[in-house]
T-cell receptor, first 113, second 114 residues
Framework: QQQVKQSPQSLIVQKGGISIINCAYE??????FPWYQQFPGKGPALLIA?????SEKKEGRFTISFNKSAKQFSLHIMDSQPGDSATYFC????????????FGQGTTLQVKP | KAGVTQTPRYLIKTRGQQVTLSCSPI?????VSWYQQTPGQGLQFLFE???????NKGNFPGRFSGRQFSNSRSEMNVSTLELGDSALYLC?????????????FGPGTRLTVL
């Protein structure tokens, strides 16, 4: 019940296309859902995060869509660029465990020029 | 504001040895969490410290331990190293107040156990 399942494992997108990564969770106590971007040799960097009281949040080219009833959330990267090539992780935490992020397995995104 | 810093960045040890990793959080952040990242298991939560107290613990053996100092800096220790402990160890800090779940990660310490 603590798991967060992420798909796909890898994704190849053409420059200018839309990249979509999906995550699903079981624990209804989760109330914070961040997405992180990680480049080789670096630590994860926060991209965007959402709470269950909104269904969508947009920051620049990055959008999170959240479906509370389906217990799913997704990251959309619009106008994908080669510089977006990285590994993306979804995560979740609950109010009783704010310092504990449960991560998805990660998606390696390659954006072809 | 300076980000989360971790030292050392790289470490090579042999089986049976012990190791101590250090993490300095962002100024003003009171919570420090540690994660282990491996290709097979992904990012796994080790433990979290807040106000010098362990507040959360993941599912790791007792060989993994940590502590937090009064200035919020944290250390983690792994005793009796095993080959499977080779990983990137990440520390993250957060404000830890209401509605401030955001964790900011350091660059990690790459531990290789031979």
């Amino acid at each position: 019940q603590q798991q967060v399942k992420q798909s796909p494992q890898s994704l190849i997108v053409q420059k200018g296309g839309i990249s979509i990564i999906n995550c699903a969770y079981e624990n209804t106590a989760f109330d914070y859902f961040p997405w992180y971007q990680q480049f080789p040799g670096k630590g994860p960097a926060l991209l965007i995060a959402i709470r269950p009281d909104v269904s969508e949040k947009k920051e620049g080219r990055f959008t999170i869509s959240f479906n509370k009833s389906a217990k799913q959330f997704s990251l959309h990267i619009m106008d994908s660029q080669p510089g977006d090539s990285a590994t993306y992780f979804c995560a979740a935490s609950s109010p009783s465990n704010t310092g504990k992020l449960i991560f998805g397995q990660g998606t390696t995104l390659q954006v072809k020029p | 504001k300076a980000g989360v810093t971790q030292t050392p960045r790289y470490l090579i040890k042999t089986r049976g040895q012990q190791v101590t990793l250090s993490c300095s959080p962002i100024s003003g952040h009171r919570s420090v969490s540690w994660y282990q990242q491996t290709p097979g298991q992904g990012l796994q939560f080790l433990f979290e410290y807040f106000s010098e107290t362990q507040r959360n613990k993941g599912n790791f053996p007792g060989r993994f331990s940590g502590r937090q100092f009064s200035n919020s800096r944290s250390e983690m220790n792994v005793s009796t190293l095993e080959l499977g402990d080779s990983a990137l160890y990440l520390c993250a800090s957060s404000l830890a107040g209401p509605g401030t779940d955001t964790q900011y990660f350091g660059p990690g310490t790459r531990l290789t156990v031979l």
